[in-house]
T-cell receptor
């Protein structure tokens, strides 16, 4: 089992729709969860981070965390063509909680069609 | 605040050579992490430095090394380059100084290394 798993996609949604990106992780003790967006040829850009169970909203983005199910998701409301990118889920593993080791999923490619 | 800077942006080397990459974190950030990104393996953690000390290390051979200076700038070195070292090398800066929760990390633009 991979430490952090994401559907590779591509996930295609029409403009204005809600895009739902999912991520599961293997270490039940993980405490920090991050979503990054990466455009082709660019470096990852931090979108959201979440530490506690529940939802966290920032503009059109909502991160959802369920530690019991070891599941974290990202919802993008009113999707725009400019949201087309690869979305990376990153998790801090328990055994490496003294510092900045993040384990990344393989990423989900999102395509928003006009 | 200025973002994370990395130099050089592009590098072409041949097998057997060595290379040094540089990273300047966001002002005030004391933690610098390095990652390797390839199409096949994705983003993989190399190591993390905080206050000039390596705090975490990934599963890479000893040919990959790094260091951090007192001004938090960091360098990574790859010796005896192999074709498989061709990748995008990313540096990430974080304000994190505490054990436990990991603070958010901000990535630089990366150095694209090609080994011929």
């Amino acid at each position: 089992q991979k430490e952090v798993e994401q559907n590779s996609g591509p996930l295609s949604v029409p403009e204005g729709a809600i895009a739902s990106l999912n991520c599961t992780y293997s270490d039940r003790g993980s405490q920090s969860f991050f979503w990054y967006r990466q455009y082709s040829g660019k470096s990852p850009e931090l979108i959201m981070f979440i530490y506690s169970n529940g939802d966290k909203e920032d503009g059109r983005f909502t991160a959802q965390l369920n530690k019991a199910s070891q599941y974290v998701s990202l919802l993008i409301r009113d999707s725009q063509p400019s949201d087309s990118a690869t979305y990376l889920c990153a998790v801090n593993m328990r055994y490496y909680n003294q510092g900045g080791k993040l384990i990344f999923g393989q990423g989900t490619e999102l395509s928003v069609k006009p | 605040k200025a973002g994370v800077t990395q130099t050089p942006r592009y590098l072409i080397k041949t097998r057997g050579q060595q290379v040094t990459l540089s990273c300047s974190p966001i002002s005030g950030h004391r933690s610098v992490s390095w990652y390797q990104q390839t199409p096949g393996q994705g983003l993989q953690f190399l190591f993390e430095y905080f206050s000039e000390t390596q705090r975490n290390k990934g599963n890479f051979p000893g040919r990959f090394s790094g260091r951090q200076f007192s001004n938090s700038r960091s360098e990574m070195n790859v010796s005896t380059l192999e074709l498989g070292d061709s990748a995008l090398y990313l540096c990430a800066s974080s304000p994190s100084g505490l054990a436990g929760l990991v603070s958010e990390q901000f990535f630089g633009p990366g150095t694209r290394l090609t080994v011929l």
